[in-house]
């Protein structure tokens, strides 16, 4: 199929586990492990190439991580340290193109002139390693599918295409978990009806497939054919984002509405983020049953991408100008925007620390499943129906 970009999947190496080995040298060629102490519930964020060597992984228990691989340091992590360098990188690629999707704290899709990916690819691995001082893969082809499993396949500290021609001999063989969408438990579901390998999918009936993979089937057999038409979300110039939610039935609860507002939030944040956005100003929208619709907006001091915070100023703009129930459709805009850098100069708490770890792990898991694998609990379950 003719296309028009090349495109690149950018995703530095065990990005924290890079940071510190860069900010201390002692660390250098040794396994090093981020993540909390050995407690009964700490997990590892990531870790060094040279700890995945004894099979370490990020979201692996602790405690069994030191079994494969007692020698290993760990350290606690330093989230604004690493939210700083993400920072910096996401400047370097805005260099080559404006054309840029955010998709997590270290990884990034950027669209090119056709033809010029690879020499971007390989300026953008010298300027990351000359100037930050960080190892990172990049992977280019004709769409975000194969430019992600180019990456995948490349790491670390390297650079491969993987062209839509070569979807037969390279992508096929591998397993169907290298395609997006595909988690732990559709596997195991795909593995029980003899779908092991892309290839079986690419030639799977589209009825077995339906059963497993649900609307979703369509897109993940087109992508077992290496065809994937998602454009990126770029950040363009809008002066705003928004989000908004007509409820299917006039609402009465407060709690429906504080779990919608979770879920607005949460869009609305992951927009922000994937935009290299803050936003100083928020705005509800609410309209009332008989249509009346009104906007209230807040401007913070400093401007923001967390959803807890959007949450917790939409709630109290909710809470004073709610008016009477019931409620027909709720919404939020932010605007007001400053590109990333103007860091706050406040040192973060640890509850904050802890938040951010949280957001960027769960961002991690949007770009690679999509934006509906992840909610809060409390949403959920403020979500069940009266
Ligand atoms: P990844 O890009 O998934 O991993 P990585 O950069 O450490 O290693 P590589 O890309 O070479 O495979 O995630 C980027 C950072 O996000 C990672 O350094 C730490 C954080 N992270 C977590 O905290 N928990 C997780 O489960 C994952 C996947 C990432
Ligand atoms: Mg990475």
């Known amino acids: 199929m003719a296309y028009k970009n090349d495109i690149l999947l950018c995703d530095l190496d065990a990005f924290f586990a890079s940071v510190e080995q860069r ?25 060094s190439y040279e700890a995945r060597k004894f099979n370490v992984r990020s979201a692996m228990p602790m405690y069994k991580a030191l079994k494969l691989c007692p020698q290993a340091i760990v ?69 975000k599918l194969l430019a992600k499993i180019a990456c995948e396949l490349a790491k670390p500290d390297n650079i491969r ?4 021609e070569e979807v037969q001999s390279i992508l096929w063989p591998l397993l169907v978990r290298v395609l997006p969408g595909i988690g732990p ?7 029980s009806a003899g779908i092991e390998t892309v290839h079986q ?17 369509v897109a993940i057999q087109q992508y077992s054919r290496g065809i994937d038409e998602r454009k990126l979300k770029k950040a363009g110039d809008a002066k705003s984002i928004s989000e908004e939610m007509t409820f299917p039935y006039d609402v009465a609860k407060r709690e429906h509405i504080t779990a919608a507002l979770m879920e607005l939030s949460e869009t609305v944040g992951y927009r922000l983020r994937s935009n290299g956005l803050r936003a100083k100003t928020l705005t509800l929208k609410l309209r ?3 249509f009346r619709t009104i906007t209230r907006s807040i401007t913070l001091s400093e401007a923001t991408d967390r959803d807890s915070l959007i949450y917790r100023t939409v709630c109290e703009l909710f809470a004073a100008h709610c008016g009477r129930p019931p409620w027909r459709l709720l919404g939020i805009r932010t605007s007001g925007f400053e590109k990333l850098k103007q860091l706050s100069l406040l040192s973060p708490s640890v ?36």
């Open 201 to 217: 999918l690419a030639d799977a009936h589209e009825s077995i497939l339906r059963g497993i993979l649900g609307s979703s089937s």
């Open 351 to 386: 509850k904050e620390q802890k938040e951010e770890q949280i957001t960027i792990v769960t961002d991690k898991l949007k770009g690679r499943y999509g934006q509906k694998i992840i909610c809060k609990a409390r949403r959920l379950r403020k979500q069940q129906k009266p």
């Open 288 to 290: 009332f049953a008989d």
């Open 185 to 191: 438990k559709t596997e195991k579901r795909l593995k």
């Open 23 to 47: 900010d201390h040298p002692e660390y250098r060629g040794k396994p090093i492990i981020i993540g909390g102490k050995a407690t009964a519930r700490s997990v590892v964020a990531t870790c």
């Open 75 to 143: 350290l606690p992590g330093r989230m604004r340290r690493y939210r700083d360098v993400s920072e910096q990188v996401m400047d370097i690629f805005q260099y080559f193109t404006p054309d840029i999707e955010i998709v997590s704290v270290d990884e990034a899709y950027l669209a090119v002139k056709k033809g010029a990916g690879i020499e971007t690819g390989k300026k953008i691995r010298g300027i990351v390693k000359d100037t930050l001082g960080l190892p990172i893969t990049v992977g280019v082809s004709a769409n």
């Open 161 to 164: 295409t993987l062209w839509p």
